[in-house]
């Protein structure tokens, strides 16, 4: 099975876009002062399922980035709803796993033969 062009590319963007802000926020976020628990769970909920996200793209796994996309919601909406500031990119990172799923699922119908 194969994928479209931009569910490829919005699921592939939207997983390096959050291992990206999850570097700024733990490493060089200078309004914190980031534990090993914090950067723990953070790798949990940000990364792990940017690394889920971007398997999914690249093995055509249409399941693989919905739990992607279910995974990162709580702490995406979180840090968005917390504070403006650019770690609400997060939660945009998160509505593209949700659309790159449905352009996946699209493309599988498209497939599909009626008859």
């Not at 997983?15 to 723990?40: E, R």
């Not at 940000?46 to 992607?68: H, Q």
């Not at 979180?78 to 449905?102: D, E, H, N, P």
């Amino acid at each position: 099975m194969t994928i479209s062009k931009p569910a490829f590319y919005l699921g592939l963007g939207a997983g390096i876009v959050s291992i990206a802000l999850w570097v700024i926020f733990n490493f060089y976020n200078p309004y914190s002062n980031s534990s090993g628990d914090t950067v723990t769970r953070t790798f949990i909920m940000l990364v792990l399922p940017a690394v889920a996200a971007i398997t999914a793209v690249l093995l055509s796994i249409r399941i693989l980035m919905m739990i992607a996309f279910l995974w990162s919601l709580p702490i995406s909406l979180y840090l968005s709803l917390a504070s403006i500031s650019i770690f609400s990119i997060l939660a945009v990172a998160c509505a593209l796993y949700l659309v790159s799923y449905l352009l996946m699922k699209a493309k599988a119908y498209q497939q599909t033969p009626s008859k």
